[in-house]
Nanobody, 124 residues
């Protein structure tokens, strides 16, 4: 299984970016999520989505600004990031959990597969 992220880059504060994660394996029954790691910090949870898209969870720091979504037909998950802030600067990782429950959140998403990461930079 490979998860390939795309869509990162340089953005100004207040701008929007969209990240995409494409899987080489069907994700139709998998929970999907996004994490990020800023320089010198530990990897942190950003967002999660259940296999059917009906359950979503967000870190407090991104709630109201970021939206996670998925397209099972294309084996793809996405993260729409609006109103970006300098503190959003990090490497963003896609994650997949083949046995995630329908009620998904930071605790129930237990990634088995990770993408290689994509850099998002928002200068201060």
């Amino acid at each position: 299984v490979q998860l390939v992220e795309s869509g990162g880059g340089l953005a100004q504060a207040g701008d929007s970016l969209s990240l995409s994660c494409t899987s080489t394996h069907t994700i139709a029954s998998w929970g999907m999520g996004w994490f990020r790691q800023a320089p010198g910090k530990e990897r942190e949870f950003v967002a999660a989505i259940s296999w059917n898209g009906r359950s979503k969870a967000y870190a407090d720091s991104v709630k109201g600004r970021f939206t996670i979504d998925r397209d099972n037909g294309w084996n793809r998950a996405s993260l729409q990031m609006n109103d970006l802030k300098p503190e959003d600067t990090a490497v963003y990782f896609c994650a997949a959990d083949p046995v995630a429950p329908i009620q998904i959140d930071e605790q129930t998403l237990r990634p088995r597969y990770w993408g290689q990461g994509t850099q998002v930079t928002v200068p201060s």
